[in-house]
């Protein structure tokens, strides 16, 4: 079983349709206390860093997810869901984040290509990965953000992407806390199997 969280950010529906569409058991609960029963929790996001931290903290799963990752428990992130995990953001002046990862999460800045990044995007494995088993290096996944994460260790760094001119972090898996920064929901078949592995590993 899968526990979705909803804590007024996320992309929630779609997410629990892809699950529902792989035979997998998920729920959406706005409810941190129930999450305890679960060895799974996907942290959706869309938005901004600095109104859905606000909501998380206020809503409780900031403590509950960080417990449950303490006890072992398994997390995804989601596009902005990955981002509310690193250490901080510079979107709408400087945020807080969870500091599961110790990083930061700047803005992307260019003269040549438009931001935000709304589209489909090459992936490039860094490690073996959970994420990707089953899935070709260089896939394509889908994107839309501004903003992008740049976690301290490359150690947690399991695949960049290129864009506005840098290979930025677009997938996290370290101690049980795995992260992406583009849409599985929303990618096709490649998508669909980075959920499947997450459910299942």
Same mark, same amino acid.
């Given at each position: 079983m899968v526990f979705i969280a909803d804590y007024g950010a996320g992309n929630l529906r779609s997410v629990l349709k892809a699950f529902d569409y792989l035979g997998v058991k998920?729920?959406? !609960?706005?409810d941190p206390a129930k999450l305890a029963g679960y060895k799974k929790v996907v942290l959706p996001g869309v938005g901004a860093f600095g109104t859905a931290i606000k909501s998380l903290n206020a809503s409780g799963f900031t403590e509950a997810v960080a417990e449950h990752v303490d006890k072992g428990g398994q997390l995804l992130g989601i596009c902005l869901g990955m981002q509310l995990l690193l250490t901080d953001s510079e979107e709408m002046g400087d945020n807080n984040g969870m500091n599961l990862i110790p990083g930061?999460?700047?803005?992307?800045? !260019?003269d040549t290509d438009k931001i935000p990044q709304i589209g489909w995007n090459s992936v490039d494995q860094q490690k073996e990965s959970v994420l990707f088993r089953g899935i070709a290096d260089h896939s394509f996944f889908y994107f839309v953000h501004s903003y992008y994460c740049e976690p301290v260790s490359s150690e947690s760094v399991a695949a960049t992407t290129w864009f506005a001119g840098k290979n930025f972090c677009s997938a996290i898996e370290k101690n049980g806390i795995f992260a992406v920064q583009f849409h599985p929901e929303k990618s096709s078949d490649a998508g669909l199997q980075v959920l499947k592995n997450f459910a299942e590993c």
């Open positions: 998920a729920v959406v !609960s706005s930061k999460v700047l803005r992307f800045r !260019s």
